[in-house]
């Protein structure tokens, strides 16, 4: 159980482009679900924090514009990466909590590039 | 701030050594701790976590942790190594007053064959 799955798991797209990654909890209901970005050799830093249902919350620096994030259902949330830019190349990974877990169980991550 | 510090930023250990790698954080209250795994090219993978009771924690593949209240750590341990270890890992805790989850560094590890 607790499968978090992430689609696609890799994208290349060009420079001005929008691109949008899913995470979905396969098995079980996702009240909270957060982003994160992995850059090379380095430990994942969290974006932002959406709650079903409610805007999310961004960390500090985090451009919310930029990326914006939708958690339209208890097992589906997107990120989409607009106007990116060679710089926005980078690992995204998505984990989801739900009531009654003090954990968060991670998607496999999507890799995007940009050109 | 809270923090997570994992003190090893890349370990490099013959097959079959002990391995010790630590994990300190910083907060008083109640937390969660974890260790994950991430093989080359590969997603996260949870190693092992502690919510409560027996300060011993044993994991997946020949691992454990010992929660240190006192000391606010969390190390991972394994006595015997080996090639396939080689990966980076994370430590990460949840404060019980939220649900952001917080990673160390990571510290990445090299097993000579």
């Known amino acids: 159980g607790a499968v978090v799955s992430q689609h696609p798991s890799w994208v290349i797209c060009k420079s001005g482009t929008s691109v949008k990654i899913e995470c979905r909890s396969l098995?079980?209901?996702?009240?909270?679900m957060f982003w994160y970005r992995q850059f090379p050799k380095q430990s994942l830093m969290l974006m932002a924090t959406?709650?079903?249902?409610?805007?999310?919350?961004?960390e500090q620096g985090v451009e919310k514009d930029k990326f914006l994030i939708n958690h339209a259902s208890l097992t589906l949330s997107t990120l989409t990466v607009t106007s990116a830019h060679p710089e926005d190349s980078s690992f995204y990974i998505c984990?989801?909590?739900?009531?009654?877990?003090?954990?968060?169980?991670f998607g496999p991550g999507t890799r995007l590039t940009v050109l | 701030a809270q923090s997570v510090s994992q003190h090893n930023h890349h370990v490099i250990l013959s097959e079959a050594a002990s391995l010790e790698l630590g994990c300190n954080y910083s907060?008083?209250?109640?937390?969660?701790l974890f260790w994950y795994v991430q093989y080359p090219g590969q997603h996260l993978q949870l190693l092992l976590k502690?919510?409560?009771?027996?300060?011993l924690v044993k994991g997946i593949k020949g691992f454990e942790a010992e929660f240190i209240k006192s000391k606010f750590s969390f190390n991972l341990r394994k006595p015997s190594v080996q090639w396939s270890d080689t990966a980076e890992y994370f430590c990460?805790?949840?404060?019980?007053?939220?649900?952001?989850?917080?990673f160390g560094k990571g510290t990445r590890l090299h097993i000579l064959p």
């Open positions: 984990s989801a909590g739900a009531l009654g877990y003090n954990e968060q169980f």
């Open positions: 098995d079980f209901q996702a009240t909270t």
């Open positions: 959406s709650n079903e249902g409610s805007k999310a919350t961004y």
């Open positions: 907060y008083g209250g109640t937390v969660n």
């Open positions: 502690y919510f409560s009771g027996d300060p």
């Open positions: 990460a805790v949840i404060l019980n007053r939220d649900d952001k989850i917080i």
